[in-house]
C-alpha cells in the first residue's frame, strides 16, 4: 500500500503561482509514476501531468503545458506540481497518484490516489 498526501493548495490571484506536493508513505520501495489530476468545481476528474519514475519523461495536459511543470525527489518520496500563470479555469481540487503501469492519462489505471488540495484561481 501507498499513502499519498498532498498540501500546498489555497487562494491565489489570476497570475499568480502555487506549489503543490505531494509525500508519498508505505510501499515507497516501488517503482510507481505518479501523476496530479484535478477535478474542477462541477465536472468530471482530468489528467493534469504526470511523471515517471525516474523523472527522465513527463505529460501534461494541453491546458497546462506551458505553466505547470511537475517533478519528483525520489530520496524525499514527494512529487511537486508547480503552477504559474494560474488562471480561473484552474480552480479545482488537485489530486495525486500512483501507478505501477498502465496509460498516464487513465484514471482508472492509477492504484493509489491522495485526498485532494483546493486550489482557488479568483479573477
Known amino acids: 500500500q501507498v499513502q499519498l498526501a498532498e498540501s500546498g493548495g489555497g487562494l491565489v490571484q489570476a497570475g499568480g503561482s502555487l506549489r503543490l506536493s505531494c509525500a508519498a508513505s508505505?510501499?515507497?520501495?516501488?517503482?510507481?509514476?505518479m501523476g496530479w489530476f484535478r477535478r474542477p468545481p462541477g465536472k468530471e476528474r482530468e489528467f493534469v501531468a504526470a511523471?515517471?519514475?525516474?523523472?527522465?519523461?513527463?505529460y501534461y495536459a494541453d491546458s497546462v503545458k506551458g505553466r505547470f511543470t511537475i517533478s519528483r525527489d525520489n530520496a524525499k518520496n514527494t512529487v511537486y506540481l508547480q503552477m504559474n500563470s494560474l488562471e480561473p479555469e484552474d480552480t479545482a481540487v488537485y489530486y495525486c497518484?500512483?501507478?505501477?503501469?498502465?496509460?498516464?492519462?487513465?484514471?482508472?489505471?492509477?492504484?493509489?490516489w491522495g485526498q485532494g488540495t483546493q486550489v482557488t484561481v479568483s479573477s
Open positions: 511523471i515517471r519514475w525516474s523523472g527522465d519523461s513527463t
Open positions: 508505505g510501499r515507497t520501495s516501488s517503482n510507481y509514476a
Open positions: 497518484a500512483a501507478k505501477y503501469s498502465g496509460r498516464y492519462y487513465y484514471i482508472p489505471d492509477y492504484d493509489y
